[in-house]
């Protein structure tokens, strides 16, 4: 008998369980709202309910409260019941006055998000507030107050996206002691603002129509490390643009069309520099960068780039980015837009065809003496200068031998030419990136046209004849890495 009922009651338990389920899930229509435990954490969601004001009835002991997309135009006089709040999600409303005043003594209060709301300005207040992140993206803001955010030492991110901000006042920040991001992107900032903050590591400024950009602009912004100026209007970037602590600059899709040798001079810890989607034609000089040290990635996609001139540029510029490790991790980035003849060619194939122009009606005969003219301007070069340097370090160079291709696509005319071995002095100290950093980098690799040009006249006898002291010695065959080695021992002169 008892067995029975036992079986009976087993046999009803899924009804049961079902009824019971159904009446929670009538209560939770009742008051519209959602109530669930995450992370351990109390939730109560009543977003999308086009409500004006909060049921009766909610646990006021929520941690996380979710409002989002209602129709809230005030606070809702029910809120300052749950003072046990840490996340609040107001996104979505019509709300437009002050923060109230008892969120000053919730201390949990740490993220509230107001974006997408009825807000045109937002004004100092006179309350402390506890928040990290404050989300104001998505009003209508077009004025701050310049106090208003000196009363929250813990603000760590603002987002004021999309608003209508055309200026920001210098001081506004410089209280927010915590202020680590900023983002600012879809204002309408023509210029990059100047503004202070000692705490400020990530600046967006995005999509703001920003025309210039001064070079003292970063000036207030010590522990700044990333700015994201993509989707701009930005022509220029002004000479001697000074952060010293700036790694990341992002400049993608601006207009601009020229860097020189001062544009991130003063810029010494730029890691990643981001130029896609601009102007630029003329293939960049390594002297650029002469001053960046730690630069480790750089994107050059959507520039149309001009192989016209077939500048040494082509090649040095080319390696300097694709070398181990790889600075452009796309080199199909790297190509020629013009002129027609080497159009989606790389910098480099387009450099080593100028070699072999009009489809080899150029004997290979002058390719070699052009190669080999070459080789002997620089050897030239390098030879002046080890034998200055020679009074200071006495010490022989002890050859290694090296071997490097030329790894071009292009066919070789004199394979021979172009595998050349080197000897590597152990005593000279430079890595590629070191002699990357020599300022006087640039003028020896500009001279070396002019040597291309000579050989084409000049007999060897001739270069030898120029010549001081006595080249039968070891005298190294150049490649390429001589190159360096000269730039690197004028330097050391
Ligand atoms: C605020 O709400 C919007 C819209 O719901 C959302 O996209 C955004 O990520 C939220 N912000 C924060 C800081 O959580
Ligand atoms: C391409 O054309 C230019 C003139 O526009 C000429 O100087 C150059 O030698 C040509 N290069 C090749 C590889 O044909």
């Known amino acids: 008998m008892e067995l029975f009922i036992v079986s009976l009651w087993l046999w009803q338990l899924p009804a049961m369980v079902l009824s019971a389920t159904s009446l929670e899930f009538q209560d939770q229509r009742d008051d519209s709202c959602l109530t669930y435990v995450h992370d351990s954490l109390l939730h109560i969601d009543c977003s999308d309910r086009g409500l004006t004001d909060l049921p009766e009835g909610l646990d006021t002991n929520a941690q996380v409260l979710l409002l989002a997309n209602n129709n809230f135009a005030t606070f809702p006089s029910q809120l300052e019941k749950f003072s046990k709040v840490e996340v609040m999600d107001l996104s979505g409303n019509l709300l437009s006055s002050s923060l109230p005043a008892y969120f000053q003594d919730w201390n949990q209060l740490t ?51 999309e608003n209508r901000l055309y200026d920001i006042l210098p001081r506004i920040f410089q209280q927010a002691t915590s202020l680590e991001v900023l983002i600012l992107s879809r204002n309408y900032f023509s210029v990059v603002p100047h503004f202070e903050s000692a705490s400020l590591k990530n ?86 960068f002469a001053s960046n040290p730690f630069l480790r990635e750089v994107h050059v996609k959507g520039n149309r780039w001009s192989c016209d001139g077939f500048s040494v540029n082509l090649l040095l510029t080319y390696e300097f980015l694709t070398k181990e490790p790889p600075k452009v991790f796309d080199k199909a980035s790297l190509i020629c837009y013009s002129p027609s003849n080497v159009t989606q060619m790389s910098w480099q194939q387009a450099y080593i065809r100028t070699w072999h122009a009009d489809g080899g009606s150029m004997s290979s005969y002058t390719i070699g003496a052009v190669v080999f003219g070459m080789v002997i301007g620089i050897i030239l070069t390098s030879f002046v200068c080890r034998l200055l340097m020679s009074k200071n370090k006495p010490v022989p160079p002890r050859p290694t031998s090296e071997t490097i291709v030329l790894n071009g696509d292009a066919i070789q005319p004199r394979p021979d030419s172009v595998v050349l071995r080197v000897p590597l002095r152990e005593d000279l100290p430079p890595t590629y990136d070191e002699a990357l950093l020599l300022s006087t980098l640039n003028s020896s690799f500009r001279s070396l046209p002019d040597f291309i040009d000579e050989s084409d006249n000049r007999e060897r006898g001739n270069r030898r004849s120029r010549s001081i002291g006595d080249l039968t010695e070891t005298r190294p065959r150049l490649d390429r890495r001589s190159v360096r080695q000269t730039a690197v021992e004028v330097r050391l002169n």
């Open 111 to 161: 993220i509230l998000n107001l974006s997408h709301n009825n807000y045109d300005s937002w004004l100092n207040s006179v309350y402390t507030f506890n928040f990290i992140k404050l989300d104001l993206s998505k009003n209508k803001i077009n004025h701050i107050d310049e106090e208003a955010f000196i009363r929250m030492p813990r603000l760590y991110l603002l987002e004021l996206s």
């Open 203 to 288: 600046l967006h400024l995005s999509n703001c129509q920003i025309t210039s950009f001064d070079k003292n602009s970063l000036k207030g912004m010590p522990s700044l490390l990333e700015i994201d100026l993509s989707i701009n209007q930005i022509e220029t970037i002004p000479d001697h643009l000074a952060s010293n602590s700036l790694q990341e600059l992002d400049l993608s899709y601006n207009e601009i069309e020229k860097l020189t040798d001062s544009t991130f001079s003063m810029l010494p810890h730029l890691a990643v520099l981001n130029l896609r989607g601009n102007g630029f034609r003329e293939v960049w000089s390594t002297s650029h």
